[in-house]
């Protein structure tokens, strides 16, 4: 009887395998392939709703198991390519089915103005998170920088201290400054160098802008308080070329150059972009002061700028294999950055430079790998790792007086301190980011980035080397469960730890000498974005983000001198919500998109250097805002070629420290809940488009946009305290842009006029920094595909 | 389509019409009024930090508040100024110029400005008579002083530099200069010390001057080893005068650390009428005198052989409060601390004397703030004006006309 059951047991295992080879029977095979009919490696193949996938071979070859006969839908998807589903039918009498699949590179053309269906813009609207998102490809023509592009959007505001390549604040629903971070395809952008700035990259180098108001996905692994900016290039894995070149106003010139060759068969991928400014920024400044030598007193004239030379040159290139088993991408990547500009003013206009300077170079050595459908086809992992180099110059090595007409006199050094201020960054950032599949609708995202930048600062016309430089380290990890429930409703539960490390070495002086200091702080983070679509077109969302912005190196240990340090210093917080709606329509040949959101920020702790008696300064959490403010858009466009957008940003900022110097108790602050001053509160845009196509001839089209940016006036100072001759405001401003482009060729050819501030109206910014008046631009681009 | 573009049209007509209607309509309006004296009172945290002077009619009686009082003067003017005769002058270094100012009808009215960059910045101002004042400063470099001789009715300036100083030590690099100077017997008194402007380390040993006027030469030099530091008399602070027997003091109250680690006394020094050098037989250790460390800044003459000085509650640069004491000049010692006037907050020049009162703007950072008096003669002190609390300073406290 015993000797029985092992031969009961194998004739059972026998069995199920039969029937299990039986079941393997149905399967369906064939080959994916590129348009140009080379056979595409690497792509994934799966039954829709379900984790059962597989890949194809270095031949295009895949074949997929069924499990039984049915019908199914397959998804074919690869990096670069257009994701296609197609349906097969397995029956008994036929097992084996034979599906050959053409992909479609994603589409790389850039004038194509989308009217029908959701672009993906449009679907980032759409998700729970507060997101604007801005579509550059159709913007490709303009000689408009990212930073204006994103001024046009709601909830944004730039501040620019003058033209091309000035500083600049930049802020998102009234939170600004080091609050906001920036970054390139997910990485952060000051990574690249401190020449790449919103303000400065070409439109061209990106096909999409992203950003998260108040609440930023895990993803983008940063301590972002008031939001975060995402430029995304192109994915596309085509070949195509973009050269662009533009010249205007004020002797600026603006060269872009992106472009790509792909070998299909072998995954092989060559990326290029490089990008090249110039401007002489001469503008004419009204109404400023210069000295009558004669009679050694100040007179009021117009003069040209003078010392506002930039010159920026950026160079980026990355090869890599896309498809393999192995990886779907893995890539290798250098860029190189440099820039150079003069500078003109200080903070006020009245603060005149002739001889101070900027200039800096950036290199970054990259490797991004990224691999899906792990583990059964559960999990994606994606990880970037890189060391980059900063390093930038300030020269203030002349001591001399200059006034607006170019003219000076012998004085003291401008910016007050004779120097060359070398400032070095070496840095090393790694991100790794993996997402699970729970199952169905379950997601899980872990988030994991490591930031260390040590800071070296030292007057090189004194010293060789800092003494004493900064080393800061974060350790950033994010964790974000996504669900969703009918095809309706999207949670996404997000959890950050944050921890930072800074090391420094101070001078003790019961030792006399220096010694090592360091310090570990861990925060928590957490937040919660929803969105509950009505139908097909509309819904709602609310995302809420109790986050952080750091402290930084100096701000905790000073410079052993001037600056003293406050190991209690704590992170600036903030607790943002969002509540917003979208509705979209689509009657005939019109389509109509409207969005509208109010948000409130609720910061705490912001950090500035306070003075104490004895002329040291100590970081300090001095003092907290509370900003509650409503922004919508709405855009229409419809066949004929019209298109609209009109959006209107309200923001009321309070000041919330409650005590003077946030000391926690005492008399209340006279300026408790009064409005913040120098903000900006109320301003909007409106964008009027209309084009036509086969305008003289067949594939050409003619473009014109229209485009006007109203900001209301605002106060100087705090409102209700000073008497009214000496109250100061910042005046209104309202600024008209016009542009007409004309492409030949589906395209290929485009030629673009541009007119900046068309009426010639006063331009200002902090501090009333007087901006350019009317400035043209010619544009010429080529764009091969 | 047609819809949908008025309706674009009306919102573009709405936005035109708020901005239409906005400016300064919605400030207060309340007209200013003739001042006696002018609280400079600072508003908001920083980076909002905004700069008044509150006008008031007494500083003995009534109350005030700064809502619709306060002339702004957050980019006009800072309270480094020098005041006399209802006019201010102030050097404004970042931009490099020399101005002569008039508050007039609530704001700042310019009644003469000229291109000036003769100091890195103003350490020093005294008087020569009521028509010329007279300025000290670092040159650009640090290696030399230079002055100017101002005329304030036409603003015409005379300038060089100070010749004859003591040579700068091995091992520093720069001069530092007091702003303790005064005039007193045709010749200007003032001193300097030295630094090391890599490590700021400073040489222990103060240099006291006498020199020239208006030639500018060093005529007479003394010296004292117990301190490194220098007073200022710029127009943040004061802490030289000359008394009614015509004897000078100065506090050297700014003081840095030393090549060993150690911060130097903060001392009170005198040079008699008649004399150019020190006093030999006169020191007084502020911390010792008070038994409470000096503040940066604040010492003044009163009259009937008093002084007032400001000292700090705790010891160190994370000190918060200040409190008053008063000293018996000629002795040094200290007369008794100002116990009815609590403890206040940072500030500059918040103490105005006249006739032998003392008005001290305390901000207290507790309810309601006063300007206390101090009457020397009776050795009262009693409550002056009230001013509405939640400021964050009050940094100068002058006359104005």
């Given at each position: 009887m015993c000797s029985k059951k092992p031969l009961f047991y194998i004739l059972a295992v026998f069995l199920s395998l039969t029937s299990m080879g039986v079941m393997a029977q149905f399967k369906v095979t064939g080959k994916v392939s590129g348009l140009d009919g080379e056979a595409l490696e690497g792509v994934s193949v799966k039954i829709k709703g379900r984790q059962t996938g597989t890949h194809t071979d270095s031949k295009g070859a895949y074949e997929l198991a069924l499990s039984k006969a049915g019908s199914y839908i397959l998804e074919f998807s690869s990096i670069g390519y257009t994701r296609i589903e197609e349906t097969v039918s397995a029956t008994s009498a036929q097992p084996v089915v034979t599906l050959e699949v053409v992909l479609t590179a994603s589409s790389v053309n850039m004038d194509e103005v989308t009217v029908h269906g959701k672009t993906e813009t449009q679907q980032l609207r759409e998700q729970a998170f507060a997101v604007s998102a801005i579509d550059a490809r159709k913007l490709a023509n303009t000689t408009a920088d990212l930073g204006q592009v994103l001024n046009r959007s709601t909830g944004i505001k730039i501040r620019e201290q003058g033209g091309m390549g000035s500083d600049f604040e930049f802020s998102i629903n009234g939170l600004s400054g080091k609050s906001i971070k920036f970054f390139l395809d997910g990485i952060p952008l000051e990574i690249m160098g401190s020449a790449m700035n919103l303000n400065n990259i070409p439109i061209n180098l990106a096909e999409r802008i992203e950003v998260y108001k108040g609440v930023a996905p895990v993803e983008l692994g940063s301590d972002a308080l008031g939001g975060a900016v995402n430029i995304v290039t192109n994915k596309s894995l085509s070949n195509y070329l973009d050269v662009s070149h533009s010249y205007g106003s004020f002797q600026t010139h603006q060269g872009a150059i992106t472009g790509q060759w792909v070998k299909p068969s072998l995954g092989l991928v060559l990326k290029g972009s490089s990008f090249f400014n110039y401007s002489l920024n001469n503008y004419l400044m009204r109404e400023?002061?210069?000295?009558?030598?004669?009679?050694?007193?100040?007179?009021?004239?117009?003069?040209?700028?003078?010392?506002?030379?930039?010159?920026?040159?950026?160079?980026?290139?990355?090869?890599?294999?896309?498809?393999?088993?192995?990886?779907?991408?893995?890539?290798?990547?250098?860029?190189?950055?440099?820039?150079?500009?003069?500078?003109?003013?200080?903070?006020?206009?009245?603060?005149?430079?002739?001889?101070?300077?900027?200039?800096?170079?950036?290199?970054?050595?990259?490797?991004?790998?990224?691999?899906?459908?792990?583990?059964?086809?559960?999990?994606?992992?994606?990880?970037?790792?890189?060391?980059?180099?900063?390093?930038?110059?300030?020269?203030?090595?002349?001591?001399?007086?200059?006034?607006?007409d170019g003219q000076y006199i012998e004085g003291n050094p401008e910016t007050g301190s004779y120097r060359i201020t070398q400032v070095t960054r070496p840095r090393y950032f790694t991100r790794l980011n993996a997402n699970y599949h729970l199952a169905e609708n379950h997601d899980l995202n872990v988030?994991?980035?490591?930031?260390?930048?040590?800071?070296?600062?030292?007057?090189?016309?004194?010293?060789?080397?800092?003494?004493?430089?900064?080393?800061?380290?974060?350790?950033?990890?994010?964790?974000?469960?996504?669900?969703?429930?009918?095809?309706?409703?999207?949670?996404?539960f997000m959890g950050k730890f944050y921890g930072v490390a800074t090391d420094k070495k101070q001078y003790d002086l019961s030792l006399a000498r220096y010694v090592p200091m360091h310090s570990f702080k861990p925060y928590v983070g957490y937040g919660l974005a929803s969105v509950y679509k009505i139908d097909?077109?509309?819904?709602?969302?609310?995302?809420?983000?109790?986050?952080?912005?750091?402290?930084?190196?100096?701000?905790?240990?000073?410079?052993?001198?001037?600056?003293?340090?406050?190991?209690?210093?704590?992170?600036?917080?903030?607790?943002?919500?969002?509540?917003?709606?979208?509705?979209?329509?689509?009657?005939?040949?019109?389509?109509?998109?409207?969005?509208?959101?109010?948000?409130?920020?609720?910061?705490?702790?912001?950090?500035?250097?306070?003075?104490?008696?004895?002329?040291?300064?100590?970081?300090?959490?001095?003092?907290?805002?509370?900003?509650?403010?409503?922004?919508?858009?709405?855009?229409?466009?419809?066949?004929?070629?019209?298109?609209?957008?009109?959006?209107?940003?309200?923001?009321?900022?309070?000041?919330?420290?409650?005590?003077?110097?946030?000391?926690?108790?005492?008399?209340?602050?006279?300026?408790?809940?009064k409005k913040v001053p120098n903000q900006p509160w109320m301003f909007g845009n409106l964008d009027l488009g209309w084009g036509r196509s086969n305008v003289w001839q067949k594939a050409s089209r003619l473009q014109v946009n229209w485009s006007t940016s109203y900001t209301h006036w605002y106060y100087r100072s705090w409102e209700g305290f000073a008497t009214t001759n000496s109250l100061e405001i910042i005046p209104k401003q309202l600024i008209h842009n016009l542009m007409l482009a004309y492409s030949l060729e589906n395209g290929r050819y485009n030629l673009s006029l541009e007119a900046k501030n068309l009426t010639n109206q006063l331009a200002f910014d902090n501090f009333r920094l007087q901006r350019p008046g009317r400035a043209l631009f010619v544009k010429f681009r080529y764009f091969l595909k | 389509m047609l819809k949908f573009c008025r309706t674009f049209v009306f919102v573009l007509t709405a936005l035109s019409a708020l901005s239409g209607c906005s400016k300064k309509e919605e400030t207060s309006r309340v007209e200013p009024v003739a001042s006696s004296f002018g609280i400079w009172t600072q508003l908001g945290s920083w980076p909002n930090t905004s700069y008044y002077i509150m006008g008031v009619s007494s500083l003995s009686e009534g109350s005030t508040k700064l809502e619709g009082n306060g002339i702004d003067v957050t980019t006009t003017l800072n309270n480094s100024v020098i005041s006399r005769g209802g006019y201010y002058y102030y050097y404004n270094t970042t931009e490099g110029r020399l101005g002569k100012y008039q508050l007039k009808?609530?704001?700042?009215?310019?009644?003469?400005?000229?291109?000036?960059?003769?100091?890195?910045?103003?350490?020093?101002?005294?008087?020569?008579?009521?028509?010329?004042?007279?300025?000290?400063?670092?040159?650009?470099?640090?290696?030399?002083?230079?002055?100017?001789?101002?005329?304030?009715?036409?603003?015409?300036?005379?300038?060089?530099?100070?010749?004859?100083?003591?040579?700068?030590?091995?091992?520093?690099?720069?001069?530092?200069?007091?702003?303790?100077?005064?005039?007193?017997?045709?010749?200007?008194?003032?001193?300097?010390?030295?630094?090391?402007?890599?490590?700021?380390?400073?040489?222990?040993?103060?240099?006291?001057?006498?020199?020239?006027?208006?030639?500018?030469?060093?005529?007479?030099?003394?010296?004292?080893?117990?301190?490194?530091?220098?007073?200022?008399?710029?127009?943040?602070?004061?802490?030289?005068?000359?008394?009614?027997?015509?004897?000078?003091?100065?506090?050297?109250?700014?003081?840095?650390?030393?090549?060993?680690?150690?911060?130097?006394?903060?001392?009170?020094?005198?040079?008699?009428?008649?004399?150019?050098?020190?006093?030999?037989?006169?020191?007084?250790?502020?911390?010792?005198?008070?038994?409470?460390?000096?503040?940066?800044?604040?010492?003044m003459n009163l009259g009937n052989g008093k002084a007032i000085i400001k000292y700090q509650v705790a010891t160190g640069y994370s000190n918060t409060k200040f409190g008053y004491s008063i000293l018996n000049l000629s002795t040094g010692k200290e007369l008794r601390k100002?116990?009815?006037?609590?403890?206040?907050?940072?500030?500059?020049?918040?103490?105005?004397?006249?006739?032998?009162?003392?008005?001290?703007?305390?901000?207290?950072?507790?309810?309601?703030?006063?300007?206390?008096?101090?009457?020397?003669?009776?050795?009262?002190?009693?409550?002056?004006?009230?001013?509405?609390?939640?400021?964050?300073?009050?940094?100068?406290?002058?006359?104005l006309q």
């Open positions: 400023v002061e210069v000295r009558d030598f004669e009679n050694n007193e100040f007179v009021i004239t117009n003069a040209r700028r003078f010392h506002d030379r930039y010159r920026s040159w950026m160079g980026q290139a990355e090869i890599g294999l896309v498809n393999k088993k192995w990886a779907d991408v893995l890539f290798l990547g250098f860029s190189y950055t440099t820039y150079d500009k003069q500078v003109q003013t200080g903070v006020r206009q009245s603060i005149v430079y002739g001889a101070v300077t900027r200039n800096g170079t950036g290199r970054n050595l990259s490797v991004r790998y990224k691999k899906d459908g792990l583990v059964n086809g559960h999990l994606d992992v994606n990880l970037y790792a890189t060391y980059s180099r900063d390093e930038y110059a300030l020269a203030d090595t002349t001591l001399r007086k200059y006034y607006w988030n994991y980035t490591f930031d260390q930048v040590t800071n070296e600062t030292y007057n090189s016309l004194v010293a060789t080397e800092d003494d004493v430089p900064g080393r800061l380290s974060k350790h950033l990890v994010g964790l974000a469960y996504q669900q969703k429930f009918w095809d309706r409703l999207t949670n996404t097909k077109n509309s819904g709602i969302k609310a995302s809420y983000e109790h986050t952080y912005r750091l402290q930084d190196v100096n701000e905790v240990f000073g410079d052993g001198y001037q600056v003293i340090n406050n190991l209690e210093l704590n992170p600036e917080s903030s607790d943002n919500l969002n509540l917003g709606g979208f509705y979209g329509r689509q009657k005939g040949s019109h389509n109509v998109y409207a969005e509208a959101s109010t948000f409130l920020r609720k910061a705490e702790g912001f950090i500035y250097a306070n003075q104490y008696s004895n002329n040291q300064i100590k970081y300090e959490n001095l003092s907290n805002v509370l900003i509650r403010g409503a922004d919508a858009e709405v855009r229409y466009n419809d066949r004929s070629g019209f298109s609209a957008m009109l959006n209107v940003t309200y923001q009321n900022a309070l000041d919330n420290t409650r005590f003077v110097n946030n000391s926690g108790s005492g008399t209340v602050s006279a300026t408790y809940r | 009808d609530g704001a700042v009215s310019t009644v003469k400005q000229v291109p000036f960059t003769y100091f890195s910045s103003l350490a020093g101002h005294t008087w020569i008579d009521e028509n010329t004042l007279v300025m000290i400063g670092l040159a650009a470099s640090g290696k030399a002083i230079n002055y100017a001789i101002i005329n304030t009715t036409t603003l015409a300036i005379t300038n060089g530099t100070v010749t004859g100083l003591p040579e700068i030590p091995t091992g520093y690099s720069a001069y530092r200069v007091g702003g303790d100077i005064q005039y007193k017997d045709g010749k200007l008194y003032f001193s300097t010390i030295m630094v090391n402007t890599t490590t700021y380390a400073l040489y222990k040993k103060l240099y006291t001057m006498a020199v020239s006027y208006p030639a500018f030469a060093v005529t007479q030099l003394s010296t004292d080893d117990r301190t490194a530091g220098l007073g200022n008399t710029s127009g943040y602070f004061a802490t030289s005068f000359v008394d009614e027997q015509g004897d000078m003091y100065f506090l050297t109250s700014w003081n840095g650390v030393l090549s060993d680690g150690s911060y130097s006394a903060k001392s009170i020094y005198r040079i008699k009428k008649g004399s150019d050098v020190l006093d030999t037989s006169y020191y007084v250790d502020g911390s010792v005198a008070l038994g409470k460390e000096p503040a940066a800044g604040l010492f100002l116990t009815e006037i609590p403890d206040g907050l940072g500030s500059e020049r918040n103490v105005y004397v006249d006739n032998g009162k003392a008005y001290i703007a305390v901000l207290s950072g507790e309810g309601t703030d006063y300007i206390w008096i101090y009457d020397s003669a009776t050795d009262k002190v009693s409550k002056g004006l009230q001013i509405q609390g939640g400021y964050t300073s009050f940094s100068r406290l002058d006359k």
